[in-house]
C-alpha cells in the first residue's frame, strides 16, 4: 500500500513506526469524471487570467502577494516567507497520542478525512502495532493526538477497524456548527407513546445488516452511460421526470400505522431497487 507520510505513532516511551495511506480515492468527494471548461466556438480550454481592474491588465506572479482582510477594503499582507516559517516551526515526524478515550464519544461530525495506519515491513516493527490495535479493539478505545504534515498540524482519532489502525483528521471545535437550536426545538416537543411504539415497530419491520457494496452512486453510473454513448457518436434521449404528486397531510398516527403495514408487506416481498428508465440512445444525424 502506497503511502504519503511515514513517521511512528508514540505516546509515553512507546514508539511504533507507522506509514499515512489515504483509505479513500482521490475522488471520494466529487464525481470520478472531471471536466474542462472549453470555448465553445473552437472546444479549445480557456484559461483563467490573474487581472487587476485597477490597472486594467494582467500580473506576473511576482505582483501577487497574499492578504486578509480585516474590514471592508483593509487588508493586512502575509509573505510567504512569513508563511512558511509557521508551517515549518514543527517537522516532526510523529504522531503524538496525548489520551485513549472510548470511540464512541467521538461523534462521526468531527471526523473529516480517513486514513490506513500501515504497519512497518519486520516482524519486530510490526508487533507493537499489533499490541496497540488488539488492545484499543478488546477495550473499545480510541487515541487522540496531532501530528505534522506538509507543514500542516492535524488533531486527529486512532481507532481499530477489523485488522487494521485506521487515522482520521478531525475539525476544530470552532468549526463545527453547534445544534443547540435544534436541540432546543425538539426538547420543547412531546411525544405520545403510542406513536413511538408505531415508530419502533417500522424500525424492526426494515432491520439489515451494512453492505458496503450497495452504496453506489446512480448519478455517476448514468454519467459514465452519457460520456461512453458520446464517444461512440451517440446521443441520449433524457428522460423527463414525472412531477412528483404532493401528498395530503395526514394524521401522523395514521401514517405511521400505514407505515409499518407496507414494511410488513415488504419483509415478505423480495424488494427490487427502483431505478429510472434507462434513455434510449439514438444515432447521431450525420450530414
Known amino acids: 500500500m502506497r503511502t504519503t507520510w511515514n513517521g511512528s505513532l508514540t505516546f509515553g516511551l512507546v514508539s511504533i513506526p507507522v506509514g499515512l495511506a489515504p483509505a479513500t480515492k482521490p475522488a471520494a468527494r466529487q464525481s470520478d469524471v472531471s471536466f474542462r471548461l472549453l470555448h465553445r466556438e473552437c472546444l479549445t ?3 483563467q487570467k490573474r487581472f487587476c481592474p485597477k490597472h486594467d491588465r ?51 461530525i468531527w471526523r473529516d478525512r480517513a486514513y490506513f495506519l500501515v504497519p512497518g515491513t519486520t516482524p519486530a516493527q510490526r508487533r507493537p502495532y499489533r499490541l496497540l490495535l ?38 476544530l471545535s470552532e468549526d463545527v456548527y453547534s445544534d443547540a437550536e435544534i436541540s ?3 426538547g420543547t416537543t412531546e411525544v405520545k407513546n403510542p406513536e413511538l411504539a408505531l415508530a419502533h415497530q417500522i424500525i424492526e419491520s426494515l432491520e439489515g445488516t451494512f453492505d458496503p457494496t450497495a452504496l453506489t452512486s446512480s448519478y455517476r453510473r448514468d454519467l459514465r452511460t452519457l460520456l461512453e454513448a ?9 428522460v423527463a421526470d414525472a412531477e412528483p404528486e404532493r ?41
Open 58 to 108: 494582467e500580473l506576473a506572479p511576482d505582483e501577487i502577494v497574499k492578504g486578509w482582510e480585516a474590514s471592508k477594503g483593509q487588508f493586512v499582507l502575509v509573505e510567504e516567507a512569513e508563511l512558511e516559517a509557521l508551517e515549518g516551526h514543527d517537522d516532526s515526524r510523529s504522531i503524538e497520542i496525548s489520551q485513549f478515550v472510548p470511540v464512541e464519544q467521538v461523534d462521526s
Open 45 to 47: 480550454p480557456i484559461k
Open 230 to 238: 458520446k464517444l461512440q457518436g451517440e446521443e441520449l434521449t433524457p
Open 184 to 186: 432546543e426545538a425538539v
Open 134 to 171: 488488539e488492545a484499543m479493539s478488546e477495550t473499545g478505545t480510541g487515541a487522540l493526538g496531532r501530528f505534522v504534515r506538509t507543514g500542516r498540524e492535524s488533531l486527529c482519532l486512532v481507532r481499530s477497524r477489523g485488522e487494521a489502525l485506521v487515522l482520521e483528521t478531525l475539525f
Open 247 to 287: 401528498a395530503p397531510a395526514v394524521d401522523l398516527l395514521e401514517a405511521l400505522k400505514a407505515s409499518v403495514a407496507a414494511a410488513k408487506v415488504g419483509r415478505h416481498t423480495p424488494a427490487t431497487p427502483k431505478k429510472k428508465a434507462p434513455a434510449k440512445p439514438r444515432a447521431r444525424s450525420k450530414s
